[in-house]
T-cell receptor, first 112, second 110 residues
């Protein structure tokens, strides 16, 4: 089944403890992207990647890192999480700019 | 970055057509208009996209104004399962910096 897989689905962590949210797609898509969703603020883009080793900032990149060492994976790294990064995170992938994005099921992160 | 404007919320009766508007007055000639929806407790789902001509697929239709400064997503016969937040975004080759905004929350009345 064609899908975008995020792990974990739920995560509670403490301030300052580095964490990684994994994202993997099995559709050989070129484009991948990370979003966070907060009440009243909608979906905001964190980082995106248009190909292997090519990443760029979205609207809210502060406090996050990403890497794209291979086409299928696009992990989101929080080096020193803070409570304001408590949010629902979505990873997405797309074949090309004139195709739609496929989204993962989301990762609910709580930083205490 | 090109932005879109949508109403915060809309209501429609079940089994009737729904027209969801989107304004994108700063659209460029190479921007594609994409629509997504997000059902409760789920990730966003692609609905439809177009460039200049109207588009139809199994989920919906997309009507694009002649000047491309606005578009309308049409659900031909709304069901309760269509209750969701609908997002209109612009997407351009070479620019994957996408702005979803807060979308339109569609409520379907039985």
């Amino acid at each position: 089944e064609a899908q975008v897989t995020q792990n974990p689905r739920y995560l509670i962590t403490v301030t300052g403890k580095k964490l990684t949210v994994t994202c993997s797609q099995n559709m050989n898509h070129e484009y991948m992207s990370w979003y966070r969703q907060d009440p009243g603020l909608g979906l905001r883009q964190i980082y995106y990647s248009m190909n292997v080793e090519v990443t760029d900032k979205g609207d809210v990149p502060e406090g996050y890192k990403v890497s794209r060492k291979e086409k299928r994976n696009f992990p989101l790294i929080l080096e020193s999480p803070s409570p304001n990064q408590t949010s629902l995170y979505f990873c997405a992938s797309s074949r090309a700019f004139d195709y739609g994005y496929t989204f993962g099921s989301g990762t609910r992160l709580t930083v205490v | 970055d090109a932005k879109t404007t949508q109403p915060n919320s809309m209501e429609s009766n079940e089994e009737e057509p729904v027209h969801l508007p989107c304004n994108h007055s700063t659209i460029s000639g190479t921007d594609y208009i994409h629509w997504y929806r997000q059902l409760p407790s789920q990730g966003p789902e692609y609905v439809i996209h177009g460039l200049t001509s109207n588009v139809n697929n199994r989920m919906a239709s997309l009507a694009i104004a002649e000047d491309r400064k606005s578009s309308t997503l049409i659900l031909h016969r709304a069901t309760l399962r269509d209750a969701a937040v609908y997002y209109c975004i612009l997407r351009n080759f070479g620019n994957e910096k996408l702005t979803f905004g807060t979308g339109t929350r569609l409520t379907i009345i039985p």
